[in-house]
C-alpha cells in the first residue's frame, strides 16, 4: 500500500538538544528538559512505527569548511565562529534515544527550511504523502517554517506540540498559535496515526 503520511523529526541533533551539547546547557536545553521533548518525541516515533509510518529526520549541517553557510545569516554566522552543525560529528548526530532506523530519510539542510536546497520534496511525491507530521526544535524557527513551506506546498501538517521546543515558553506558545492557523495541533499521546 502506498503511504500516505510521514513523520519529521526536525533537527533533534546533539548540538542542540543534548544536555552535553552546546545548546543543551542553556535556554533550549532548559525548555527540552522542562517540556520532556526527547521522551515526547521517542513516544511519537515508537507509534508511528507501529503504524508502519515513513520516518524522516530533517538535521542542519555544513560541511567542514562551511561552504553552504550563509556568512551574513544571524543565525547560521554564529554556527560557523562556534564550530557548530559541522557534518560528520557527533553534533550533527541524532539524539541516541531517537536515533534513526536503516529505512528512515535522512534529509540535511543548510537553511532553517528543510523544503530549501534538499531532497524532502522529491520523496514526498515519490511516496505520494499528503500528510505531515513533525515535531522538534525550535518551535519559532525549523517547525514554523515546515508548517508555512509544506502549507503552501498542498501539504496537511499535524503539529506534535509536545515535541517541540524553543529558547523560552514564551516563544514556544506564541510559535503554536502561529502555526495552528496553517496546521492541526496535537501531541504524542493523543496523535492517532494513520496505518500506512
Not at 530519510?105 to 499528503?130: C, M, Q, W
Amino acid at each position: 500500500m502506498t503511504a500516505k503520511s510521514i513523520y519529521l523529526v526536525l533537527d533533534m541533533m546533539n548540538d542542540l538538544v543534548h544536555a552535553d551539547g552546546p545548546n543543551g546547557k542553556g535556554p533550549l536545553g532548559a525548555q527540552v528538559q522542562d517540556r520532556q521533548v526527547i521522551q515526547n518525541t521517542a513516544r511519537a516515533l515508537e507509534k508511528a512505527r507501529a503504524a508502519g509510518m515513513l520516518i524522516g529526520y530533517v538535521r542542519v549541517g555544513f560541511s567542514s569548511d562551511y561552504r553552504e553557510c550563509p556568512p551574513s545569516s544571524p543565525i547560521f554566522s554564529k554556527a560557523r565562529e562556534n564550530g557548530l552543525f559541522k557534518l560528520g560529528t557527533w553534533g550533527t548526530e541524532v539524539h541516541s534515544e531517537l536515533a534513526p532506523h536503516a529505512h528512515d530519510f535522512d534529509i540535511v539542510k543548510h537553511r532553517v527550511s528543510p523544503f530549501y536546497g534538499t531532497n524532502l520534496e522529491p520523496i514526498l511525491r515519490a511516496h505520494a504523502i499528503r500528510h505531515v507530521y513533525l515535531g522538534g526544535v525550535s518551535s519559532n524557527a525549523v517547525v514554523q517554517a515546515t508548517v508555512r513551506d509544506a502549507h503552501d506546498r498542498d501539504y496537511e501538517c499535524v503539529v506534535l506540540e509536545d515535541c517541540c521546543a524553543s529558547f523560552s515558553s514564551e516563544d514556544h506558545d506564541q510559535s503554536m498559535a502561529a502555526v495552528s492557523r496553517f496546521a492541526t495541533l496535537s501531541t504524542s499521546r493523543d496523535v492517532d496515526f494513520p496505518n500506512q
